[in-house]
């Protein structure tokens, strides 16, 4: 029977994805995002093991919740692609169940790509995380090169799967208007994405980086302004695309 390792549920999200959501956050990521609020989440072998049966259980007491908001299950992390199979047993169930179905991602794949397929066929949305267009700076401020992430957005087009990005504006790191065109450029063909997310950088998980003796780099950093928000807003606009702040 697979099982996960679970970070922790939270039942009536309304964040991640359409209408009211039941979240679950997988255990375990690999990049090292310097901004990360979920540092507890990194470890694989942390958190609860759980069945899918386990899960749904949680989830099924909302299902009028998701029936009236247009909402569902989101699957989360930490990085939900680490533990594939098991999301893909869980969405499967879910789907069975008349449930929609996200998944949020860093889209950081390396070497998943054939349990992606699987994955994707009961996925409905996908929330992908992209950080920063500009690799080498990507590789700064995440410890990871971004050819993945990029080559599984390019593959959700090919798939024509719905997709939201998500992109984090942090002072220093993604606040330029260089890398925002750079990314509209890339964004720009892809008729899935349905919109973009500009998300302001805050520092409210520092605290958990103390908690594992690490050092939080961004400590100096403030979230960015209203101005550059609407800024960065307007070039991707310029593009055609959608944003949502
Ligand atoms: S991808 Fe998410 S969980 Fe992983 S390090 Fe970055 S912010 Fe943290």
């Known amino acids: 029977m697979v099982t996960g390792r679970v970070h922790s549920v ?10 009211i959501r039941f979240i679950v956050f ?37 299902k009028h919740f998701f029936k009236s908001s247009g909402g569902g299950i989101t699957v989360s992390g930490g990085e939900p692609i680490l533990q594939a199979e098991f999301v893909t047993a869980l969405f499967t ?34 929330l992908l995380d992209l950080k920063q267009i500009q690799d080498k ?6 410890k990871v090169s971004n ?6 957005a390019r593959h959700l087009q090919k798939i ?16 330029d208007q260089l890398s925002a065109q750079l990314l509209a450029e890339f964004l720009h063909p892809m008729d899935n994405v349905v919109h973009i997310e500009l998300l302001p950088y805050h520092s409210i998980g520092a605290y ?13 950093i403030h979230p960015p302004s209203q101005l550059t928000m609407q800024q960065l807003k307007k070039t ?10």
């Not at 700076?137 to 995440?142: A, E, G, M, V």
Request: proline share 3%.
């Open 10 to 19: 939270e039942s009536c999200g309304t964040f991640d994805g359409p209408g």
């Open 26 to 62: 997988m255990q375990g990521c690999l990049m090292r995002c310097k901004y990360c609020h979920n540092r507890d989440s990194w470890d694989e072998d942390a958190g609860d093991e759980m069945t899918v049966e386990q899960v749904l259980e949680q989830v099924r007491p909302y």
């Open 93 to 126: 169930a879910c789907k069975q169940e008349g449930i929609h179905t996200t998944l949020d991602t860093n889209g950081f794949i390396r070497g998943q790509d054939e349990k992606m397929d699987a994955l994707m066929q009961v996925t409905d949305l996908v």
């Open 137 to 142: 700076i990507h590789i700064d401020l995440t």
């Open 147 to 152: 050819r993945y992430a990029l080559s599984f």
């Open 160 to 175: 024509n799967k719905p997709v939201w990005i998500r992109y984090v504006i942090v002072p220093g790191y993604t606040d």
């Open 208 to 220: 958990k980086w103390q908690q594992y003796g690490d050092t939080y780099e961004l400590a100096h």
């Open 236 to 245: 991707f606009n310029i593009y055609g695309l959608k944003v949502v702040l």
